[in-house]
T-cell receptor, first 111, second 116 residues
Framework: DQQVKQNSPSLSVQEGRISILNCDYT??????FLWYKKYPAEGPTFLIS?????DKNEDGRFTVFLNKSAKHLSLHIVPSQPGDSAVYFC??????????FGTGTSLTVIP | NAGVMQNPRHLVRRRGQEARLRCSPM?????VYWYRQLPEEGLKFMVY????????ESGMPKERFSAEFPKEGPSILRIQQVVRGDSAAYFC??????????????FGPGTRLTVL
């Protein structure tokens, strides 16, 4: 049973525009959420996180939004750059327990 | 500060052999997690360990797979009598523990296991 879902396997965006990656989860008890970026043949790299007490966290060009009532989070990248092209995984869980990962969204930023 | 280290990066085994994957967490991290990524799939949790303790192994196959994190040395994921279906990328992550409710996991580069 997939507790974290990323329904868009791929996304293409023009350089300079906004990229929006979406993630849905099923367990209302999850209290911590993370986004990772992954290049081929490398491990996932931590990007940004948000706890359930917040609805927004911003770090430079990256902003994560959390909608607890909808069990939905999204990652906004603006402006998108070609170096952002990678697979993005969202993860959700409870502090002190395992995290559940989505299947990833492959982002391509077109120069 | 070195990140999470995994070795080997690539491992080839024949069916029936044993595979040993090693993970050294980041300095100061006492929690280790193992994940598996099958082709075209996301990361699947396998096991969560602290020093000398298995905290959660709900994602581990019941047979042939085991993990340890001894007091000294790296964490080891061991797969006995490998089969072709074990071919995957195995990622290790570490975290410092519980600080104010956040516990971000940092990943190693992974070990790509190929079973011939």
């Amino acid at each position: 049973d997939q507790q974290v879902k990323q329904n868009s396997p791929s996304l293409s965006v023009q350089e300079g525009r906004i990229s929006i990656l979406n993630c849905d989860y099923t367990n209302s008890m999850f209290d911590y959420f993370l986004w990772y970026k992954k290049y081929p043949a490398e491990g996932p790299t931590f990007l940004i996180s948000i706890s359930s007490i917040k609805d927004k966290n911003e770090d430079g060009r990256f902003t994560v939004f959390l909608n607890k009532s909808a069990k939905h989070l999204s990652l906004h990248i603006v402006p998108s750059q070609p170096g952002d092209s990678a697979v993005y995984f969202c993860a959700a869980g409870n502090t002190g327990n395992q995290f559940y990962f989505g299947t990833g969204t492959s982002l391509t930023v077109i120069p | 500060n070195a990140g999470v280290m995994q070795n080997p990066r690539h491992l080839v085994r024949r069916r029936g052999q044993e595979a040993r994957l090693r993970c050294s967490p980041m300095k100061g991290h006492s929690h280790v997690y193992w994940y598996r990524q099958l082709p075209e799939e996301g990361l699947k949790f396998m096991v969560y360990l602290q020093k000398e303790n298995i905290i959660d192994e709900s994602g581990m196959p019941k047979e042939r797979f085991s993990a340890e994190f001894p007091k000294e040395g790296p964490s080891i994921l061991r797969i006995q009598q490998v089969v072709r279906g074990d071919s995957a990328a195995y990622f290790c992550a570490s975290s410092p523990g519980f600080r104010g409710g956040s516990d971000t996991q940092y990943f190693g580069p992974g070990t790509r296991l190929t079973v011939l």
